[in-house]
């Protein structure tokens, strides 16, 4: 089972920059996909941003060269956010997807795992 870890996130006024981390562990698993996705109060979850292991980024319209995502080596991603508006207030949540091998049934299944979330508050 891959568990994610997000750390980051706060109060921030208008303008300002986050940096939110989320670290990915468990036992043998491959990511294909790391990405963020947000939750404002009474509206969906969308997209962030994403990254993949063939280097395709891919990220929300809203946020678009604004918010850049990086992963690490280690199977961190990151997500800085810069020049921060009230409207990207929201939980933040870190999503993985890809491979693990399971003991169990001694074979290599697909998972989608995400992170508790962590809130983003901007200030006007």
């Known amino acids: 089972q891959v568990q994610l870890v997000e750390s980051g996130g706060g109060l921030v006024q208008a303008g300002g920059s986050v940096r939110l981390s989320c670290a990915a562990s468990?036992?043998?698993?491959?990511?294909?996909?790391m990405g963020w996705y947000r939750q404002a109060p009474g509206k969906q979850r969308e997209l962030v941003a994403s990254?993949?292991?063939?280097?395709?980024t891919n990220y929300g319209d809203s946020v678009k060269g604004r918010f850049t995502i990086a992963r690490d080596v280690k199977n961190t991603v990151y997500l800085v956010m810069n020049n921060l508006r009230p409207e990207d207030t929201a939980v933040y949540y870190c999503?993985?997807?890809?491979?693990?091998?399971?003991?169990?049934?001694?074979?290599?299944?697909?998972?989608?795992?995400w992170g508790q979330g962590t809130l983003v508050t901007v200030s006007s």
């Open positions: 999503n993985a997807n890809g491979t693990a091998y399971n003991t169990n049934y001694r074979a290599w299944r697909g998972f989608n795992a």
């Open positions: 468990g036992n043998t698993f491959n990511i294909v996909v």
């Open positions: 990254d993949s292991t063939d280097g395709y």
